[in-house]
């Protein structure tokens, strides 16, 4: 079984600087997905970032980058120039490859950020 | 696209009372998730479905929680008799290509 820890339960930031969140996983699969999800107050799941574990290259989506550390088992989520819109609950996750059908999203707790103006 | 198009967006009951949370799924998806979030034991799956066959529901609490697929574009979980510990958050996610996208979720009171 998979499972993912988040170790920082709330972290805060100020208008326009860079913040990092943490993420380490458990697996024994060799080939799997690791995402990154944002849930506003709206309690919306919103999907930032996704990250194919065969491939080396790190992630980016504008103002998200991730950094995949495979052989450590880590996936820190990096935003910068961050926004107060970006205040949200962060979720890291885990999916295993399955072929062409879709497997279930294991998640971590989740790491609370507020953006601080 | 509209995306995963949850109802009803809240639901209060009573104990005892049966519950049926709807989904419809993004057209072209063949995978959907239903998944539990609750403060104690944050997000969880609790069955999914590809392409409407129900592959894991391991995560279904006990005989009173059933999910159903009858085709493609809907799905429901049904809870009966409810119980106010299973007052949560309920998401449907519809899934492709390695990606989930979530629904807005159904906030479930049961008092």
């Known amino acids: 079984a998979q499972t993912v820890t988040q170790s920082q339960p709330e972290m805060s930031v100020q208008e326009a600087e860079t913040v990092t969140l943490s993420c380490t996983y458990d697996?024994?699969?060799?080939?799997?997905?690791l995402f990154w999800y944002k849930q506003p107050p709206s309690r919306q799941m919103i999907l930032v970032i996704r990250q194919e574990a065969y491939k080396q290259q790190n992630a980016t989506e504008n103002r998200f980058s991730v950094n995949f550390q495979k052989a450590a088992k880590s996936f820190s989520l990096k935003i910068s120039d961050s926004q107060l819109g970006d205040t949200a609950m962060y979720f890291c996750a885990f999916m295993k490859h399955s072929g062409g059908s879709n497997y279930k999203l294991t998640f971590g707790k989740g790491t609370l950020l507020t953006v601080n103006p | 696209d509209a995306g995963v198009i949850q109802s009803p967006r809240h639901e209060v009951t009573e104990m005892g009372q049966e519950v049926t949370l709807r989904c419809k799924p993004i057209?072209?998806?063949?995978?959907l998730f239903w998944y539990r979030q609750t403060m104690m034991r944050g997000l969880e799956l609790l069955i999914y479905f590809n392409n409407n066959v129900p592959i894991d529901d391991s995560g279904m609490p006990e005989d009173r929680f059933s999910a159903k697929m009858p085709n493609a574009s809907f799905s429901t979980l049904k809870i009966q008799p409810s119980e106010p510990r299973d007052s949560a958050v309920y998401f449907c996610a519809s899934g492709a290509d390695n990606e989930q996208f979530f629904g807005p979720g159904t906030r479930l009171t049961v008092l």
């Open positions: 057209s072209g998806h063949n995978s």
């Open positions: 697996t024994s699969e060799s080939n799997y997905y």
